[in-house]
């Protein structure tokens, strides 16, 4: 089924509430809600607010999908909070949320980008991968318990 024309817009505040629901909705379904994604859910400007992006897929009215580049600080950001609704899935609106991420990361003058993520979610791994992300060995213990993939990012030159 063809949908409308989707655009990537910034974060607003008036969308928080629209973050915090599409993030809940895959971590409902596949995962917990750990206490470090309440925080993030429940404070989205605050990633603005210490140098990372907030985008948003917009669908007419509808936000759709979201996607975070949170600042670690010096120049490290992490890629988080991806998720496309249910029903708009399959339309590529994920892989448009990830490339506007990392024309942010590079606005931001970012040095490193890694993500994390689970193995069951094959077809955002698959997504990651295309994009230019590998798989690589986390130093440090992560803030999520689900997270049992670490990839960075690694731009084919």
């Known amino acids: 089924m063809p949908i409308a024309p989707v655009e990537i817009i910034p974060f607003e505040s008036r ?59 010096d120049g490290h950001f992490e890629v988080s909070k991806t998720s496309v609704t249910a029903s708009f899935q399959g339309h590529g609106i994920g892989r448009r949320l990830l490339l506007a991420a990392l024309d942010a990361f590079k606005e931001l003058g970012g040095k490193e980008l890694y993500l994390e993520t689970n193995s069951v979610l094959t077809s955002a791994i698959a997504l990651y991968e295309s994009a230019g992300f590998v798989h690589a060995q986390r130093l440090t213990p992560s803030p999520y318990a689900r997270a049992n993939v670490y990839m960075e990012y690694r731009p084919r030159a």
């Open 15 to 73: 969308y928080a509430g629209d973050f915090k629901r599409l993030n809940l909705e895959w971590l409902e379904k596949y995962f917990e809600i750990e206490a470090v994604d309440a925080e993030v859910l429940s404070q989205p400007h605050l990633i603005i607010e210490q140098g990372g992006a907030l985008l948003l897929a917009r669908c007419g009215d509808e936000i759709v999908g979201t996607c975070a580049v949170i600042h670690e600080g």
